[in-house]
């Protein structure tokens, strides 16, 4: 059982607009420690995608956004594109545990 | 060009050892904290633990499910990060990778292709 909680999968036709929820507790999102996010295509080394709650590393479009609002966390994704379909993850540290935490992962499928 | 390049796995019998190394090149390592991250074949991200710099103390995290078994440590001049896994069982089975952070909280930005480690009889 994951500390930061994700939906397993989600779907959406191309073009349409999705989200992914990553839910946490007082001891890591609500402490206030940031929210990052990774995109896992198949067959390949999860690379980031969102960093410090809502910032996009160089290169990675901007129909990706994320946001944190209380002891929660969300990636947005407009526009749903075939080559989206990934696995991404959600994570945080926990100040609790003094670890790096991640979500469950959610798989997105583009119908 | 940034890069990681993780080295060392390979099929293992349940309660030996395995020493994992991360090599870096590309920018300055020493100024990195060095996370191991594995997946298990089917599952999701696992952090395993992380080294900070030198700059904050050089001290090491880990996941519950390591601790006591797993060891990590760095070496700047080289550019490499190690993972030392004693007393494996097949639950450790999994992809590992090393990715890098510019401090802990941080996000990983940095990731090596991984190496594959197999604990079986």
């Known amino acids: 059982q994951s500390v930061l909680t994700q939906p397993p999968s989600v779907s959406g036709a191309p073009g349409q607009r999705v989200t992914i929820s990553c839910t946490g507790s007082?001891?890591?999102?609500?402490?206030?420690?940031?929210v990052h996010w990774y995109q896992q295509l198949p067959g390949t080394a999860p690379k980031l995608l969102i960093y410090?709650?809502?910032n996009r590393p160089s290169g990675v479009p901007d129909r990706f956004s994320g946001s944190k609002s209380g002891t929660s966390a969300s990636l947005a994704i407009t526009g749903l594109q075939a080559e989206d379909e990934a696995d991404y993850y959600c994570?945080?540290?926990?100040?609790?545990?003094?670890?790096?935490?991640f979500g469950g992962g959610t798989k997105l499928s583009v119908l | 060009e940034v890069q990681l390049v993780e080295s060392g796995g390979g099929l293992v019998q349940p309660g030996r050892s395995l020493r994992l190394s991360c090599t870096a090149s590309g920018f300055t390592f020493g100024d990195y904290v060095m996370s191991w991250v594995r997946q298990a074949p089917g599952k999701g991200l696992e952090w395993v633990g992380f080294?900070?710099?030198?700059?904050?103390?050089?001290?090491?995290e880990y996941a519950a499910s390591v601790k006591g078994r797993f060891t990590i440590s760095r070496d700047d001049s080289k550019s490499i990060a190690y993972l030392q896994m004693n007393s494996l069982k097949t639950e450790d089975t999994a992809v590992y990778y090393c990715?890098?952070?510019?401090?802990?909280?941080?996000?990983?930005?940095?990731w090596g292709q991984g190496t594959t480690v197999t604990v079986s009889s």
């Open positions: 080294i900070r710099s030198k700059a904050y103390g050089g001290t090491t």
């Open positions: 410090g709650n809502s």
């Open positions: 990715p890098r952070q510019l401090f802990t909280t941080g996000g990983m930005d940095v």
């Open positions: 007082s001891s890591n999102i609500g402490a206030g420690y940031d």
């Open positions: 994570q945080s540290y926990d100040s609790s545990l003094s670890t790096e935490v």
